[in-house]
């Protein structure tokens, strides 16, 4: 079965330190999203890729926070300088379309946390 | 101000009852009704949704109710197991195309 790879699983890193999460969505889906689950919340909209193109990223603090999709497939995270408060589980998610209603299938996300 | 609320952060069952675990929203807009279940060290797994138009879906032992007046939701597992033992979170959409909006999630610990 086609899953959503994420890498790494657990990354701690010292606050200041530049941190890259990678993910590799199931084959053939267009659409790709990357989630922040603080502990004790449900998952957050960072942003939104339709094939190479940012749908949404209307929650995703770009001071610090960039993510990119060059070729529409695999996606980056990064994180430039990571804060204490970015400590959370980064979630990938892919879907076949963008309609929000196509069912998004979830990786097992990467989990950070900042010193 | 959260949109989607599951007020309840937890909740024991024993095997072969029920489990009913619920949903709040506050925003008129919503149309679309989901239902995720996450295991520790997984990422959430669809479980079930429900579109505006309908107050009733149904999947084996999981069935969701809506009702759109009193904007709440909730998700019926018939018998409960002890591998259906996850955090189980609500989202919500709107027509509009605006982003997922998830609740805080339900611990559901079903004991045998």
């Known amino acids: 079965e086609a899953e959503v790879a994420q890498s790494p699983r657990y990354k701690i890193t010292e606050k200041s330190q530049a941190v890259a999460f990678w993910c590799d969505p199931i084959?053939?889906?267009?659409?790709l999203y990357w989630y922040r689950q603080i502990l004790g919340q449900g998952p957050e909209l960072l942003v939104q890729?339709?094939?190479?193109?940012?749908?949404?990223d209307s929650q995703l603090p770009k001071d610090r926070f960039s993510a990119e999709r060059l070729k529409g497939v695999d996606s980056t995270l990064k994180i430039q300088p990571a804060e204490l408060g970015d400590s959370a589980m980064y979630l990938c998610?892919?879907?076949?379309?963008?309609?929000?209603?196509?069912?998004?299938?979830f990786g097992p996300g990467t989990r950070l946390l900042v010193l | 101000d959260q949109q989607v609320k599951q007020n309840s952060p937890s909740l024991s069952v024993q095997e072969g009852r029920i489990s009913i675990l619920n949903c709040d929203y506050t925003?008129?807009?919503?149309?679309?009704f989901l239902w995720y279940k996450k295991y520790p060290a997984e990422g959430p797994t669809f479980l079930i949704s429900?579109?505006?138009?309908?107050d009733k879906n149904e999947d084996g032992r999981f069935t969701v109710f809506l009702n759109k007046s009193a904007k709440h939701l909730s998700l019926h597992i018939v018998p409960s197991q002890p591998g259906d033992s996850a955090v189980y979170f609500c989202?919500?959409?709107?027509?509009?195309?605006?982003?997922?909006?998830f609740g805080k999630g339900t611990t559901l610990s079903v004991s045998s």
């Open positions: 998610a892919s879907s076949i379309g963008a309609d929000l209603r196509e069912t998004q299938y």
């Open positions: 084959s053939g889906h267009a659409t």
């Open positions: 890729f339709q094939d190479e193109s940012v749908v949404d």
């Open positions: 925003n008129s807009m919503f149309d679309y």
């Open positions: 429900i579109s505006s138009i309908k």
């Open positions: 989202a919500a959409s709107a027509q509009a195309g605006t982003a997922l909006i």
